[in-house]
């Protein structure tokens, strides 16, 4: 969730100084010894307020560096800093800046996952100078690993959101999924168990050779550079940030910052950021990116993007159908499941969503040879 872009705020600024043109901050304000939330009503402002005072004093705990100051946060069902400059839909959420590193306030979508978009926020309006030489991006990572270490029953969710996203740079990931082949002649106990692998792949596709520059962008020239940061670069400022903390903690990136400003780097050496990942740019492929699915994350993707996992299974599933009187019959001794990368399976009847989209999009698939 991108803060707003400092040029394009100076701009309006100066264009439209005027009380009039600011958007009204909401009526309700309850306090909080972390700063002050206010919504379109007491319930919300609440509700936002107690997650703030729970969030706010453990992001400056696990945020090495982090700044000891209160943050104001305006809950809204648009997100607008003026009267006519709503923020596209997908944004959740931003931090309004008003000197780097001096967050003025953040903004939050009424609805949606508070506890991950908060968290999100309050990396960004707490991270201290120390800081200055990461790229732009891994602010963003950064951002989304602290909001999974701290909303356990969202880690999943984010991880898997963060892998579909990342699956851009590596056309997609191979999906398995594990089936009873029907066999005429025999049993449907005695049939055999198969594993079709497909690939599948998000609808963005972005070329791994940009991930060098994206990864040595500054803070600064990032919204110069993608004025709308694609979704596919949060997801791999995610990975790439995850996999420094699961080898190191947040100490260990952070090091590296202080590292980059004691030998009078601007920013962190983008070698540095993958040997701490310990990936290379160029073999992040759709094998790489598979691996990287635990059975959590398969199964969050599953009910995060049921229409990515659908398409696959018709294609497996609907060449069989001739020899069975209906889909439940056909579910029910095919076992169709999601092969995960540790072996274990995940019956697709288990996922509603995913059930959903397979009856609701069967009849316009049509017969393809799969197998
Ligand atoms: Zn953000």
């Known amino acids: 969730m991108p803060a707003i872009p400092r040029p394009l705020l100076w701009l309006l600024a100066a264009f439209c100084a005027l009380p009039s043109c600011l958007a009204p901050p909401p009526p309700i304000l309850v306090e909080t010894p972390f700063g002050g939330v206010r919504a379109a009503n007491a319930e919300k402002a609440t509700e936002i307020a107690a997650l ?12 090495p560096g982090s700044q000891d100051r209160a943050i ?11 009267r006519f400059n709503e923020r596209p839909e997908s944004v959740r959420g931003f931090t309004l800046l008003s000197d780097e590193f001096r967050a003025k306030r953040i903004h939050l979508q009424e609805d949606g996952q508070s506890p991950w978009y908060l968290s999100h926020e309050l990396v960004h309006a707490l991270i201290g100078t120390s800081w200055k030489t990461l790229p732009g991006i891994m602010e963003e990572g950064l951002a989304d690993v602290v909001a999974e ?14 892998l579909l996203n990342a699956s851009a740079f590596s056309e997609g990931f191979y999906l398995r999924i594990a089936y009873n082949r029907p066999e005429r002649d025999r049993p449907s106990s005695d049939w055999e168990r198969r594993i079709q692998t497909f690939r599948a792949e ?6 791994a050779k940009l991930l060098p520059r994206i990864f040595s962008t500054s803070r600064n020239n990032l919204h110069e550079e993608w004025p709308e ?17 699961e080898r ?17 780097y601007e920013i962190v050496p983008v070698e540095w950021i993958f040997e701490a990942a310990d990936v290379d740019w160029d073999r992040m492929d759709t094998e790489f990116l598979s691996a990287c699915f635990g059975p959590g994350e398969m199964r969050a993707a599953a009910y995060l993007q049921p229409e990515l996992f659908s398409q696959l299974a018709i294609d497996l599933l609907k060449p069989m159908w001739p020899a069975f009187r209906n889909r439940r019959a056909l579910f029910w001794y095919v076992k169709p499941a999601l ?19 397979i009856f609701a999009s069967w009849n316009e698939r049509p017969l393809s040879s799969a197998n």
């Open 52 to 63: 703030l005072e729970d969030l706010a004093p453990r992001v400056q705990e696990v945020l």
């Open 72 to 82: 104001d946060v305006w809950v809204q069902e648009k997100l607008r800093v003026y």
């Open 149 to 162: 270490q701290l909303n356990p029953t969202y880690a999943s969710h984010i991880r898997a959101h963060r």
């Open 202 to 207: 998000t609808t963005a596709k972005i070329s």
């Open 229 to 245: 940061i694609p979704e596919a670069f949060y997801g791999m400022a995610w990975l790439i940030t995850s996999r420094i903390a």
């Open 248 to 264: 190191g903690g947040l100490e260990k990136l952070h090091e590296l910052c202080l590292r980059a400003e004691r030998e009078g």
């Open 339 to 357: 092969r995960l990368s540790n072996g274990s399976e995940v019956p697709i009847r288990s996922i509603g969503p995913l059930m959903g989209s």
